[in-house]
């Protein structure tokens, strides 16, 4: 199991430490570094930052918001930096959901999804295989386009610069089980929002046609402590945010996941206390078994322990969610 490092994406300003934490990863041997985005920072930017500082260590988005772009300017943004950093970049999308989709990028959540992600993919796969124009007739994403609001004019283009790799990696974040499964068929890999090495049967009917080196990519706050109950704190404060924030009261991913992985009432609760302006005693309804199950915190000796069940299940490569040079030496030691 290869250890990546996750950056997530900026609070209120930049993190003036992720460079260093980054180029900390490389010179431990971690395999990857990701960032993200949300609404506020974007994805890309900080990680040409961190591709201009580092020589090896491979560079993901996890993830690239599909909303925030049309699927051939993330095509020229991923194969732009994968020139630039010498072919580390590998491309994690995610589809978000109503409220960010409508509410932040002002476009309509496709009613779809599966299709819409179907379509983005394809439209990559096209500009970076530079076979050809890129030409597809798709109900979300037409090239060119064909809508009776448009000029007619539109010309199929194949894009200008040669990709440097035609199979530049390109994985999904995905949480409904029919998205997963078809995660497995169009894309390289995997990144699951939440994943309990104890519960691995959640996922099972989803992940029953896996191809060789299909990548299972997911995150886990990690933090080297005595003190686990204060360790698992700010995996709290992320599960409340998530569940209860993230989403619509009628429809939200994040605790539709949680209630399918054991927790529902526990989720609706959390839901229904965030939505209430009740924030903190939300993050206080997220069960401590939850959080501790899908996260890595405690003694090194707890985590030596338990890093032997996320080993033990189909996981390739483990993203750290640790914001200290401590941990992430201790996790390089016990992995290694």
Same mark, same amino acid.
């Given at each position: 199991?290869?250890?990546?490092?996750?950056?997530?994406?900026?609070?209120?300003?930049?993190?003036?430490?992720?460079?260093?934490?980054?180029?900390?990863?490389?010179?431990?041997?971690?395999?990857?570094?990701?960032?993200?985005?949300?609404?506020?920072? %974007?994805?890309?930017?900080?990680?040409?930052?961190?591709?201009?500082?580092?020589?090896?260590?491979?560079?993901?988005?996890?993830?690239?918001?599909?909303?925030?772009?049309?699927?051939?300017?993330?095509?020229?943004?991923?194969?732009?930096?994968?020139?630039?950093?010498?072919?580390?970049?590998?491309?994690?999308?995610?589809?978000?959901?109503?409220?960010?989709?409508?509410?932040?990028?002002?476009?309509?959540?496709?009613?779809?999804?599966?299709?819409?992600?179907?379509?983005?993919?394809?439209?990559?796969?096209?500009?970076?295989?530079?076979?050809?124009?890129?030409?597809?007739?798709?109900?979300?994403?037409?090239?060119?386009?064909?809508?009776? %609001?448009?000029?007619?004019?539109?010309?199929?283009?194949?894009?200008?610069?040669?990709?440097?790799?035609?199979?530049?990696?390109?994985?999904?974040?995905?949480?409904?089980?029919?998205?997963?499964?078809?995660?497995?068929?169009?894309?390289?890999?995997?990144? &699951?929002?939440?994943?309990?090495?104890?519960?691995?049967?959640?996922?099972?009917?989803?992940?029953? %046609?896996?191809?060789?080196?299909?990548?299972?990519? &997911?995150?886990?706050?990690?933090?080297?402590?005595?003190?686990?109950?204060?360790?698992?704190?700010?995996?709290?404060?992320?599960?409340?945010?998530?569940?209860?924030?993230?989403?619509?009261?009628?429809?939200?991913?994040?605790?539709?996941?949680?209630?399918?992985?054991?927790?529902?009432?526990?989720?609706?609760?959390?839901?229904?206390?965030?939505?209430?302006?009740?924030?903190?005693?939300?993050?206080?309804?997220?069960?401590?078994?939850?959080?501790?199950?899908?996260?890595?915190?405690? &003694?090194?000796?707890?985590?030596?322990?338990?890093?032997?069940?996320?080993?033990?299940?189909?996981?390739?490569?483990?993203?750290?969610?640790?914001?200290?040079?401590?941990?992430?030496?201790?996790?390089?030691?016990?992995?290694?």
């Amino acid at each position: 199991m290869r250890l990546g490092l996750a950056l997530g994406y900026w609070g209120r300003g930049p993190d003036p430490g992720h460079v260093a934490l980054a180029q900390e990863a490389e010179r431990l041997g971690y395999d990857s570094v990701w960032t993200a985005e949300a609404w506020g920072s %974007d994805a890309f930017t900080p990680l040409t930052w961190i591709a201009a500082r580092t020589s090896r260590i491979r560079l993901g988005t996890a993830v690239a918001q599909m909303a925030a772009r049309s699927p051939v300017t993330t095509a020229m943004h991923a194969l732009t930096l994968d020139h630039l950093s010498g072919g580390r970049v590998m491309l994690g999308l995610g589809l978000s959901g109503p409220q960010v989709v409508e509410g932040w990028y002002g476009r309509p959540f496709p009613k779809s999804p599966l299709t819409a992600t179907r379509e983005y993919v394809e439209v990559i796969r096209q500009v970076l295989r530079r076979e050809g124009p890129v030409e597809l007739a798709g109900r979300f994403h037409a090239h060119p386009y064909q809508g009776e %609001d448009g000029s007619g004019l539109g010309k199929a283009l194949k894009p200008i610069t040669h990709p440097l790799r035609a199979d530049l990696p390109v994985l999904l974040g995905a949480e409904g089980p029919r998205n997963i499964a078809q995660t497995t068929r169009i894309a390289d890999g995997w990144l &699951p929002l939440y994943w309990s090495p104890t519960r691995t049967d959640a996922y099972e009917a989803s992940l029953s %046609d896996l191809r060789e080196g299909f990548t299972i990519a &997911p995150m886990a706050r990690a933090k080297v402590c005595d003190d686990i109950a204060e360790g698992l704190l700010p995996v709290k404060a992320m599960l409340g945010f998530y569940i209860g924030g993230m989403g619509h009261a009628a429809r939200n991913f994040h605790a539709d996941l949680m209630a399918r992985m054991g927790y529902e009432e526990e989720a609706r609760q959390v839901q229904e206390l965030f939505l209430a302006g009740r924030r903190e005693d939300a993050v206080r309804a997220v069960p401590d078994a939850f959080a501790d199950e899908i996260s890595l915190v405690g &003694p090194r000796e707890r985590i030596a322990e338990r890093l032997e069940s996320w080993r033990a299940g189909p996981v390739t490569d483990l993203l750290v969610l640790a914001p200290d040079p401590h941990t992430l030496r201790v996790l390089a030691d016990l992995n290694s």
